[in-house]
């Protein structure tokens, strides 16, 4: 089973940038994600990314957030920009197949 540590959530005012990380405990040779779950919400997937380096993003998030891996530190990233209240979740590291990170809390709020 694969372990995966995130870090990088935090509180920060709309229009403000956070960067998250998820390191994983060993080499990963498949798709890398993350997931948000709001209050009350379904958890969603924010974007993808394979191994190659082939991306997939939620259009809500489009052209704000990036989602990048070094294959070499084991290592998954989400650069998140302009950020809106909406935003704000829990957002999850997920690695195939079905391996979840703990959990990191973004608040947007002024």
């Known amino acids: 089973q694969v372990q995966l540590v995130e870090s990088g959530g935090g509180l920060v005012q709309p229009g403000g940038s956070l960067r998250l990380s998820c390191k994983a405990s060993?080499?990963?040779?498949?798709?890398m994600a993350w997931y948000r779950q709001a209050p009350g919400q379904q958890r969603e997937l924010v974007a993808r990314?394979?191994?190659?380096?082939?991306?997939n993003y939620r259009d809500s998030v489009k052209g704000r957030f990036t989602i990048s891996r070094d294959n070499t530190k084991n290592t998954v990233y989400l650069q998140m920009n302009s950020l809106k209240p909406e935003d704000t979740a829990v957002y999850y590291c997920?690695?195939?197949?079905?391996?979840w990170g703990q959990g990191t809390q973004v608040t947007v709020s002024s």
């Open positions: 990314i394979t191994r190659g380096g082939s991306t």
């Open positions: 997920y690695v195939e197949p079905g391996n």
């Open positions: 060993g080499t990963i040779l498949t798709i």
